[in-house]
């Protein structure tokens, strides 16, 4: 990796000694070398970059990414993936289980990891609760574990089983392992392909009511209070969860949640031309709903924003909405879509860097003379086009394709690697 100076740009780490202050950085050797108000640097040849305007952090982490392999590989494999998580400025992702065959058992994790070995971008494995995801029977999640997944969720699907998410939570209890739950009750969703609401009577489409997101998190939650296990929500997209969660904090409860960049920003008004890049699981919800978890991401009661990032082949999106699947790619557009929201720069940095790593129990990079560099550079106001040129997945399945954003990452930093977005 060659050295890089990176001039008069804004630290954001709470906590940290350099925090909001404008500084110089040298990075060499894949460590940051020196940094302070003003670093000089013998060598006049040293690459630089100014950081007039832009936000020195954390490289981003992702706890939600889908990626095809193994056994998906056209959607996106590792190595599309890991590109398109660099360009979003993510140094971290997590990947789900969704693949065929699911990451269930040793074997598939250690495929992950040991494909994505010496990548600029760390691919965290999340193994899957049950085998082949079915709800049915336990996978082995201790052998997993061990083998380097940092946790387990069924992905797309909710374990509907009571018996069985108890037996998950008290097991992973045992060896530390984190449990994170997709909430959704299938007898209450019935299948529906929207959020219910004005809008689905307007479109005369059946919808998913709320209740059926709250009633999994309040069950979630009665058994991880009775197991007294972690418990992680992963894409929660409803008041009630919201509440039902901020609760189960103010007793003490060992609980997390998440959100999608997208549920910050889209809501059921925008499916009113059945494009199917905004059919989503779960759905998206209203305005209303959108306020509130706007609120909780900025509160704190929703820890961590993901990307959610669910490539497709055109044939599975370029069809009637009913049945078309569900997901957009979110790994490039999770930062103009957070600046979209209106989020801050320590809200943007504390969601995507820090709270998703202490979720998992993963080191937060340090900003200080002698730590490895694992960095994100990003301009807040810088626009850039999301298009054939700049999107980095095997997918294009996105309703913000084609459009011009605000919020634009400018270099990660990870591994002794640097990559930039030209």
Known sequence: ?????????????????FHQQQVDV???????AQIGKSVKVADKNIETLDGAGKVLAPGFFDLHANFGEPGLETKEDIVSGSAAAAAGGFTGVAVMPNTEPAIQSRSEVALIVNTAKGNIVDVHPIGAISKKREGKELAELFDMKQTGAVAFSDGNRSVQQAGLMSRALLYAKGFDGLIFSHAED??????????????????????????AESLMVSRDLYLAEYTGAPIHFASISTPEAVDLIKKAKAKGLPVTCDVAAHQLVFTDDDIVGFDSNYKVSP????????????????????????SQHTPHEIEFKNVEFHIAKNGIIGLQTVLPLLVRAGLNEEQIVNSLSVRP???LGLEVPLIEEGAIANLVVFD?????????????????NSPLFGQTLKGAVELIINNNQIIKND
Request: overall charge positive; hydrophobic content about 35%; proline content about 4%.
């Open 26 to 32: 040298f990075i060499e050797k894949g460590k940051i």
């Open 283 to 306: 759905p998206l919800r209203t305005k209303a709903d959108l306020k509130v978890l706007l609120k909780g991401v900025k509160d704190g009661t929703i820890d961590a924003v993901v």
């Open 186 to 211: 299938e007898s209450m969703a019935g299948g529906n392909k929207m959020n219910e609401g004005a809008m689905s009577t307007y479109l005369g489409m059946k919808g998913i009511p709320n209740l």
């Open 357 to 359: 790593r202490q979720i």
């Open 380 to 396: 807040p106001v810088k626009t850039w086009n999301f298009d054939e040129t700049t999107n980095r997945s095997k997918s294009k």
């Open 1 to 17: 990796m060659k050295s890089l100076l990176i001039t008069s740009v804004k630290v954001i780490l709470p906590g940290n000694e």
